[in-house]
């Protein structure tokens, strides 16, 4: 996937969207490669997109690895690394993919799922 954005909208928007996707798929249309997460109130987005997640979803985008290494990285508690990444994996932002380690076991790599996050916020 190219792009995700994140912003913030109403219901309204989001149910609007949702029939305009469906009148695409219906008449044959091929649907937009990028993913949309919408927020109501940009504290949400903001909780969800804390400073210290986005340097983690930074680090991610740069260097996908395992969470021991992406802790060691930022140089933070690996258990904080790992809530983290697990409201960012059930947000889709980013995946989490077990890997085989020949002769050493397995591995959870994490990497991003777009190669471009866009962040959207108007606060009137």
Request: proline share 4%; charged share 30%.
């Amino acid at each position: 996937m190219k792009r995700t954005t994140v912003r913030v909208g109403t219901a309204r928007e989001f149910f609007e969207r949702g029939r305009n996707y469906a009148k695409r798929a219906r008449t044959g249309r091929r649907l937009p490669e990028s993913r949309l997460i919408t927020f109501e109130d940009p504290v949400d987005m903001m909780q969800v997109l804390s400073p210290a997640k986005l340097e983690l979803l930074r680090t991610v985008k740069a260097h996908p690895g395992s969470i021991g290494s992406l802790a060691s990285r930022l140089g933070r508690d690996r258990s904080a690394v790992t809530r983290e990444v697990a409201q960012l994996q059930r947000f889709g932002l980013v995946r989490v993919a077990e890997e085989v380690l020949p002769g050493h076991g397995r591995m959870k790599k994490v990497s991003a799922i777009a190669g471009e996050i866009r962040l959207e916020a108007v606060i009137a």
